[in-house]
């Protein structure tokens, strides 16, 4: 490991050890080495296809059924990226996540990925503030059902709850954000005094304002991500690697420390 490596993650061990209350924002770099592509930079889904429409929610608005229909299909979404979805397990990266939450250093995960990966690899504490692709989510009462008990008998199906429209639980381009997970995402904002920003972007609002909002309430900022971003210069370090490779090195750090 190079000696700047080294001093890096010492550094970054640091600020984790002193934070009271650590929280990370994670984007789809994370998930890249469980062969997810992301969305944006080299191999990029949006980089190849371009950003999709902002007005997707108000389509699925016009006409549910529509959606839905092209759900069942098969035809709604990238067909490789659904399939590198339905593929996608844990990667290093994410349990290491898993241990820095158990041994007590990482209060939250605010996740923008839907594919599952934190909860799957045991991280508890998961914000999914852009959905879980395994859920189904009401309109009305926004009650979340795992997606295979909701018969798709009817389309669009409704609540058994509340007899509402229900959608994916993941949040289409031009969705307002689900009111709760929201609020546990701005919760976890105003709690922290340091922030990790993992595999990250940060150009999709609201996950691109909590680093900023974080920033001016006086946390600390670490990113990790391959490349620089719009938020690396918020950030007090940034770390450039695969968080596969770079999280669980932080790790080892740390519990060389303790
Ligand atoms: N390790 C760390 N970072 C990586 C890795 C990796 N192995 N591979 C790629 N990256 C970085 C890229 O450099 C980029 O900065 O991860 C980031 C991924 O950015 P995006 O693809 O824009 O993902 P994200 O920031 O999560 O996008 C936010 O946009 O399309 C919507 O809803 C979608 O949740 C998504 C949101």
């Known amino acids: 490991m190079s000696e700047l490596l080294q001093r890096d993650l010492s550094y970054v061990a640091d600020i984790m050890l002193r934070c009271r209350y650590l929280v990370a924002l994670v984007g789809a770099g994370m998930s890249v080495e469980s062969g997810v592509p992301p969305f944006r930079g080299p191999g990029g889904v949006w980089t190849r296809l371009g950003e999709p429409s902002m007005r997707a929610y108000d389509q699925f608005l016009a006409d549910p059924k529509a959606w839905w229909e092209r ?24 349990y290491a996540l898993v241990e820095l939450e158990e ?18 690899a045991g991280s508890k504490s998961v914000a999914e503030i852009h959905g879980n692709r395994f859920k189904l989510r009401c309109m009305e009462c926004s009650a979340r059902f795992p997606r295979e008990d909701i018969p798709i008998i009817t389309l669009p199906p409704f609540c058994p709850h509340c007899g509402g429209i229900v959608k994916g639980d993941g ?88």
Do not use: W
């Open 103 to 120: 041994m007590g250093l990482l209060k939250y995960v605010i996740t923008q990925n839907i594919d599952n990966l934190h909860r799957a």
């Open 171 to 258: 949040v289409m381009f031009g969705e307002p954000i689900p009111p709760d997970v929201l609020e546990t995402c701005q919760e976890q904002t105003y709690l922290c005094d340091g922030m990790l920003l993992l595999g990250t972007s940060g150009v999709v609002y609201p996950a691109a304002a909590l680093p900023r909002i974080a920033k001016e309430r006086g946390a600390i900022l670490a990113e990790i991500n391959t490349d620089d971003t719009a938020l690396t210069g918020l950030c007090d370090i940034s770390l450039r690697g695969a968080t596969g490779l770079l999280l669980p090195l932080l790790v080892q750090e740390i519990k060389s420390r303790i």
């Open 71 to 94: 759900r069942v299909q098969g035809t709604d979404s990238v067909p490789e990226f659904r399939e590198a979805l339905e593929r996608a397990i844990p990667n290093p990266g994410h």
